[in-house]
């Protein structure tokens, strides 16, 4: 009820605070299905005034016994299946022309990782300290370090284990810099982020493999107990880029020289290959 994109009003924990929910005795869990009331909403004494969007939200029809389904809403306002690639082309064009979008979106770019950085440079993933908010007395803790609830900072970038993944990638990135906070290694890459030369295209990638296999390992932990260490986590993500780099055209310069001899590979007939 309260914290799904069910209506056209988005989810309603947006407007409706958990304390509201205290005062009414209405439970964190609550189903639509329970709001309603001989096909009526059974709204709180008061609700439509101090909530009038509420008024805008039909009685859906509930087919009872069927089981819920996510469903993703097209840019023409169809419902169609949840797909990364769907929500992705959706989105694509609606974004401004900002200092970062062609940090994310670039012509080698990896759609599934680029995705999760986008939602990451949003703030939008769920991390531990937004769950805080609707789950005040439980005790979360970051899943790589113990030491605090996670958040997206914390997440990417400052958390003892992530910087150690960081050391490790760094090595293989072409003078990044852009120290260890979200912004700054964002703004870093925008500087360039017009440049062809595969140095800066090899950063970019590895950003967004990095924070997009971090997540995934991140999830791994809290929901599966899946646990992989640094060195596999690390080559997972090299490997990821590295793929990638073996798919684009390159000329055999200094630079690509350079690269392919840091990340061992070959220049042969315009592409890096492996040795
Ligand atoms: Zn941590």
Redesign the pocket.
Known sequence: MWFDKWSVEGPLYEFISRRDLYDARLEDTLTVDKMILNGEWSWPDGWLDIFPRLANIEVPNIHFGKEDKVRWLTKTYQKVDFSTSQAWSDLRDEWPSVEWSKVIWFKQFNPRNAFILWLAVHDRLLTQDKMAIWKENADFK?V?????A?NHE??FFQ????KSVWRELQRYMFQMQGGDRMQSVISNLARFKDSKNIGVIVNKLMVAAAVYFIWQERNARVFKNQIRNKEVLCQNIMDSVRCKMMTIKVRNTRNVQRIAELWNLNWKECRLQAK
């Open positions: 970051c790589f370090c113990s030491v605090t996670d914390h997440l958390c003892a284990y992530v």
